[in-house]
């Protein structure tokens, strides 16, 4: 029998939450660690408080609340996400897994559902980075030891402590703000494999590919790998009036050209038919950028992102070929900024979710995630997963970001069921592989 959450307590969520950081026209602001946080945070500790949850925190302020289970040498089952938005975002980017996580707990709560490990509801800290940056701060802190080097040297624990307000803040770094904070406990309380048997991540899928084929819920596979790459052109400025065209190296011309090109070449490798491939451009930088001078140097952001190594291979072979050729008389060079693989979600989890979805009769589908989220790093340190919940006109992090009560309550329900499956089979599961 398949257990349903409570569509009236979701939504009071919700509301609720939603006033935390009200930016007066429908969306949030609520950085992390800000006077809008420390509100969601206490509203967390009153309801979780309220059903017998035992309340920790650890030493980057994430928070845990834990309903015991019948087995007190159990480990726990977690459900994670985060209070913090990005500048004007909207009511369910990070909290609606909050919301889930203890709309989990108080549904366990109030029908006395046994279980026999520990179940917890947690809030991750500063995962969008926006005004400490960068994004995923304190996952990559806690997963630290468990990521691959290459990801791990980004989030050195004193790195991220002198981590500068790309906004106003009354403090000079992360690590003042967190000082000050009611919110920094105790270490020993981070998540970590030895406590923690697994963790669920459910997130609004913040692309439109579940509303477009009439599904409510998403059962995520992975976190799809990417490259970002920076894409130089290297000219000379001449004035704009006294230079003849003919003997121009406009480095702008140039980088237009390539990102044309480069559109054209991309779209080949993948019949550009593969909703999976995606890539952009979302930033230019040109030099001297003044309207009477030709611009000697222009550059340009590249993010590529696909679930299979061998594209990305493609893609960036590619992108070396073009990047050796003259360009409008300029030349070009790149430079790797980061790389990420694809981070693979458990097999067990994630048919728990399916089987979830299906027992209670919800449309779903399979679905990857193209953007990054803390999972991805609690990947590496226990098993874990996420449930993506349908994202009206796909829109996120903007004030119009929106998902129906009814779906969010649908999720949770899918989320609590397949927790109750990890609970009853995970450990015989595993044992199997
Ligand atoms: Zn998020």
Redesign the pocket.
């Known amino acids: 029998m398949a257990y349903k959450c409570s569509l009236e307590r979701m939504s009071d969520k919700i509301k609720t939450f939603a006033q935390y950081g009200d930016a007066g026209h429908g969306g949030i602001t609520r950085y992390s660690l800000s006077e809008a946080s420390t509100q969601a945070r206490e509203e967390f500790v009153r309801r979780m408080t309220a059903i017998g949850a035992k309340i920790e925190c650890d030493d980057v302020a994430c928070m845990y609340a834990t309903l015991e289970g019948s087995d007190p040498n159990a480990k726990r089952i977690v459900m994670a996400?985060?209070v913090d938005s990005v500048k004007n975002g909207g009511n369910y980017?990070?909290i609606e897994?909050v919301m889930t996580g203890m709309e989990v707990l108080e549904t366990v709560a109030e029908q006395k559902i046994p279980h026999r490990h520990p179940l917890t509801a947690m809030i991750w800290t500063n995962?969008?980075g926006s005004l400490y940056p960068p994004a995923m701060m304190c996952s990559g802190i806690i997963c630290h030891d468990y990521l691959p080097a290459d990801l791990a040297k980004n989030f050195e624990y004193d790195n991220m402590m002198k981590a500068e307000p790309m906004d106003e803040s009354p403090f000079k770094n992360f690590g003042e703000a967190l000082a000050a904070s009611k919110w920094k406990g105790d270490k020993a309380n981070r998540l970590s494999p030895d406590k923690y048997l697994c963790m669920f991540e459910t997130?609004?899928e913040?692309g439109p590919i579940l509303e477009d084929n009439g599904n409510e819920v998403g059962a995520v596979q992975l976190v799809m790998g990417m490259f970002n790459y920076r894409v130089r052109f290297h000219g000379f400025t001449a004035h704009a009036g006294t230079f003849p065209m003919a003997k121009r190296h406009d480095a702008l011309y140039a980088a237009s050209a390539f990102l044309v090109k480069m559109h054209e070449e991309f779209d080949k490798i993948e019949q550009g038919i593969d909703p999976e491939f995606v890539y952009t451009t979302g930033e230019i930088y040109v030099h001297p950028c003044i309207h009477t001078c030709i611009n000697d140097e222009a550059e340009f952001s590249l993010d590529v992102r696909h679930p299979d190594p061998a594209v990305r291979e493609r893609v960036m072979a590619k992108l070396k070929e073009m990047a050796a050729q003259e360009w409008c008389g300029c030349t070009c060079d790149i430079e790797e900024q980061w790389v990420r693989d694809t981070v693979n979600f458990n097999k067990h989890l994630i048919g728990y979710v399916e089987e979830s979805m299906d027992e209670l009769g919800l449309k779903w589908q399979k679905i990857l995630s193209g953007?990054g989220?803390?999972a991805q790093f609690c990947a590496y340190v226990i098993p874990t997963t996420m449930i993506f919940s349908r994202t009206q006109k796909g829109l996120?992090h903007c004030e119009d970001e929106h998902v129906s009560d009814e779906d969010a309550t649908a999720a949770a329900s899918a989320c609590l069921n397949a927790v109750l499956k990890a609970d009853a089979r995970f450990e015989d599961d595993l044992a199997k592989d």
Request: proline share 0%; net charge negative.
């Open positions: 996400s985060h980017d990070g897994g995962e969008e997130h609004l913040q953007a989220h803390d996120s």
